[in-house]
C-alpha cells in the first residue's frame, strides 16, 4: 500500500482565497484524522471521522474552516477565506478500527503559507 | 480529559550514549500509550506502542519505552544514539473508552539532538 496520500504538498496563496488540502486514506482503514502543525501551538488535532461520519469536530478553529468525506478513500479540508494565521502544516492519518490497531498512519503533510 | 506531558523540548546527547526521552499522561481508565517520531518535512512515524502485557515495550529502530503505572509515565529509551537519531519525538495517549474511539492526544514533542 502507498501509504495516507495528501496533495498538494505545498500550497501558497493569498489571504481571501479559497484553500481545499486532499487526502486519501489506506485502503480499509475506517478512522481518517486531520492535524495542523505550527510551532507556536504543536500538532492539533482538528476534526476525525469513522466510517466517513464526522465524530468530532471540536478541534475546528473557525467556521472558515471545513471538513467532508465523501466516501471511504478521500477527504477534503477547506479554508475560505484564507487567512496569514493558517499558515502551518496540515496532516492527515488514518487507523484501523479497534484499541489493538490504533495505530495511526500518517501522510508526509501539505505545508499551506497564506500570503 | 486525557492528557501528555513531555517537559524537555529538547534532549542533547553524544552519539553512543544512552537517550531518554520523557513523557507523563493522564487518562481516565486503562491507558493505550504511543511513541511517535518526526524527521524533517516527514509526517508522523510509529515508533512502538504499549497495550497491556509486559512494561517494557520494544519498538523499531532500537528504540524501547517502559510504562510505569503508579508514576503514570511512558519513558522513551534508546541504549546507544545514533545522530541519524536526531527528530522530533511524540509521546501520546489513547483510552478503552468506547466513546474516545481511536482519538490519540499528543504531547508537545521533545527534538532530540544527537551529536558525533
Known amino acids: 500500500d502507498a501509504g495516507v496520500i495528501q496533495s498538494p504538498r505545498h500550497e501558497v496563496t493569498e489571504m481571501g482565497q479559497e484553500v481545499t488540502l486532499r487526502c486519501k486514506p489506506i485502503?480499509?482503514?475506517?478512522?481518517l484524522f486531520w492535524y495542523r502543525q505550527t510551532m507556536m501551538r504543536g500538532l492539533e488535532l482538528l476534526i476525525y471521522?469513522?466510517?466517513?461520519?464526522?465524530?468530532?469536530d471540536s478541534g475546528m478553529p473557525e467556521d472558515r474552516f471545513s471538513a467532508k468525506m465523501p466516501n471511504a478513500s478521500f477527504s477534503t479540508l477547506k479554508i475560505q477565506p484564507s487567512e496569514p494565521r493558517d499558515s502551518a502544516v496540515y496532516f492527515c492519518?488514518?487507523?484501523?478500527?479497534?484499541?489493538?490497531?490504533?495505530?495511526?498512519?500518517f501522510g508526509a503533510g501539505t505545508r499551506l503559507s497564506v500570503l | 480529559a486525557q492528557s501528555v506531558a513531555q517537559p524537555e523540548d529538547q534532549v542533547n546527547v553524544a552519539e553512543g550514549n544512552p537517550l531518554t526521552v520523557k513523557c507523563t499522561y493522564s487518562v481516565s481508565g486503562n491507558p493505550y500509550l504511543f511513541w511517535y517520531v518526526q524527521y524533517p518535512n516527514r509526517g508522523l512515524q510509529f515508533l512502538l506502542k504499549?497495550?497491556?502485557?509486559?512494561?517494557l515495550v520494544k519498538g523499531s529502530y532500537g528504540f524501547e519505552a517502559e510504562f510505569n503505572k503508579s508514576q503514570t509515565s511512558f519513558h522513551l529509551k534508546k541504549p546507544s544514539a545514533l545522530v541519524s537519531d536526531s527528530a522530533l519525538y511524540f509521546c501520546a495517549v489513547s483510552t478503552m473508552i468506547k466513546a474516545a474511539g481511536n482519538k490519540l492526544t499528543f504531547g508537545g514533542g521533545t527534538r532530540v539532538l544527537v551529536k558525533p
Open positions: 504499549y497495550i497491556t502485557g509486559d512494561n
Open positions: 471521522f469513522n466510517n466517513n461520519v464526522p465524530i468530532d
Open positions: 492519518a488514518s487507523s484501523l478500527a479497534g484499541a489493538t490497531k490504533n495505530i495511526q498512519y
Open positions: 485502503s480499509g482503514h475506517d478512522y
